[in-house]
Nanobody, 124 residues
Framework: QVQLAESGGGSAQVGGSLRLSCAVS????????LGWFRQAPGNRREGVAH???????NYADSVKGRFTISKDNGVNTLYLQMDNLQPEDTAVYYC??????????????????WGQGTQVTVSS
């Protein structure tokens, strides 16, 4: 059974940083595509960043240059380094896994497994 568990959320000031982690278990970590998504109140869940099994990455335009996705296959953990945080980054952040490369790297539909989410709040 595939399981994902996020940690590292919390509060930050505008311009600050947070690092999210996602511990993954139940499958061969290195073979799956992984992504970070977020959902703010009243909004749809949206893709933030994606990394494939070869380490290639994609980012939403809104976070390019500020967020960095990475993974450590040795400890089966996915990360999202978030720098220069802005109030519009406030949301619940989810990690997700896809057993096959999704048609849209940042599309919600392509991911089968999801974590429970972690809250990120950015204030001025």
């Amino acid at each position: 059974q595939v399981q994902l568990a996020e940690s590292g959320g919390g509060s930050a000031q505008v311009g600050g940083s947070l690092r999210l982690s996602c511990a993954v278990s139940g499958y061969s970590f290195g073979t799956y595509c992984l992504g970070w998504f977020r959902q703010a109140p009243g909004n749809r869940r949206e893709g933030v960043a994606h990394i494939d099994n070869e380490g290639n990455t994609n980012y939403a335009d809104s976070v390019k240059g500020r967020f960095t996705i990475s993974k450590d296959n040795g400890v089966n953990t996915l990360y999202l380094q978030m720098d220069n945080l802005q109030p519009e980054d406030t949301a619940v952040y989810y990690c997700a896994a896809a057993s096959r490369p999704p048609i849209l790297a940042l599309g919600v539909q392509g991911y089968e497994y999801w974590g429970q989410g972690t809250q990120v709040t950015v204030s001025s």
